[in-house]
């Protein structure tokens, strides 16, 4: 009996898997049934760790922050601040306050005197702040 070439279609979507797992190592970019589970797995592995790198940055600007209010004496900490901030109205989301502290230490230190000086008068601060 002769031997029967299958279709060209099934070997399209072959090689279309093989292009992804090219730079894999051993038969993980050989063999059809490992490149399929190995692109499977690389799928799952790029959404998880998305989701672990928007943990870890949020971590990073957090320890930012703490480690600048904390520098000077007499300041209070992070919970602190930034529960006097959603207190005051004032919106500056964790991010642009870490640049703050890295880029411009004093400006992230007159928001928080200002902030402490509003409330010990008892005022709203976000009426001072346009």
């Known amino acids: 009996m002769t031997r029967i070439r299958r279709g060209y279609i099934a070997h399209k979507r072959r090689t279309k898997m093989c292009f992804f797992t090219s730079g894999f190592r051993g038969t993980h970019s050989n063999?059809?049934?490992?490149?399929i589970q190995q692109k499977m797995r690389a799928f799952v592995s790029s959404r998880r760790d998305r989701d672990r790198q928007k943990i870890n940055l949020r971590r990073l600007w957090i320890t930012r922050i703490n480690a600048v209010i904390r520098e000077n004496p007499g300041f209070y900490s992070y919970s602190r601040l930034i529960n006097k901030l959603y207190r005051g109205q004032l919106l500056l989301n964790r991010k642009i306050l870490a640049q703050?502290?890295?880029?411009?230490?004093?400006c992230l230190s007159i928001i928080s005197n200002d902030i402490l000086k509003y409330k010990e008068i008892g005022r709203n601060p976000s009426e001072y702040f346009p």
């Open 31 to 35: 063999l059809t049934r490992a490149i």
């Open 100 to 106: 703050l502290a890295i880029l411009n230490k004093n």
